[in-house]
């Protein structure tokens, strides 16, 4: 019997290969480069990004994800009500192409989640994004139109994580500031 040849390069990460941590401001450069990498010239047009300029990300909610020790994906969220109930709009979620497929996407999504639902008075992380990718970490469709971004969004693609079942049908009104 031969030996067996050894792995290939691991393409997911040990838990240990992956940690999370604060951003910081020595993060800021690296993050809108990946910004423009990731969602190019039409970046500033987007629904949420037009939220973001209206009300601040929440630095205790920005988060780096490292792989080996490098920077490799970046999460922030913004403090939002919808209807008169408080809730946190997720993202930009951005990976570094380099860093794509080992799971650091993932690992913000849930990190972020879990922090801001356990926050007392927070009901719910709302985002614009791709159903396939976020629905296995818990998020469902929203009521359709139900929600008003300033700006234009495809309302199949605003997507809500919530404890509470009836959220994603509920959930309706302008995006504003925490009441
Ligand atoms: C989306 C993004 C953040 C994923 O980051 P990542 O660190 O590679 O994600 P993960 O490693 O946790 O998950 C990778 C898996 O999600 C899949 N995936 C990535 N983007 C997807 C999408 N838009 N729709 C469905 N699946 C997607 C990958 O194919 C991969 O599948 P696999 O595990 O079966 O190989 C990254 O591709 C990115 O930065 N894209 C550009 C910016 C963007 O679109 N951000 C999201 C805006 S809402």
């Known amino acids: 019997m031969t030996a067996l040849s050894p792995l290939p390069a691991a393409t997911v990460p040990t838990p240990a290969a992956l940690s999370i941590r604060l951003e910081t401001p020595d993060d800021d450069a690296w993050i809108e480069a990946l910004h423009e990498v990731s969602f190019g ?20 909610f920005s988060y780096i994800a490292e792989i080996k020790g490098e920077r490799a994906a970046s999460v922030r969220m913004t403090p939002i009500s919808v209807g008169g109930i408080n809730g946190y709009l997720l993202g930009p979620l951005m990976t570094d192409p380099e860093f794509r497929k080992q799971g650091a996407g993932r690992a913000l999504v849930r990190h972020v989640c879990d922090l801001a639902l356990e926050r007392e008075g927070i009901a719910f992380v709302l985002l614009v994004g791709d159903f396939a990718y976020y629905s296995p970490l818990g998020f469902v469709r929203t009521a359709p139109s139900a929600i008003t971004f300033p700006g234009p969004v495809d309302p199949t693609r605003v997507l809500v994580h919530s404890p509470d079942p009836h959220m994603a049908e509920t959930l309706a009104g302008d995006v504003l500031p925490w009441v």
């Open 41 to 60: 010239p039409g970046r500033f047009a987007r629904a949420a990004f037009r939220v973001r300029e209206r009300i601040a990300v929440d630095p205790e």
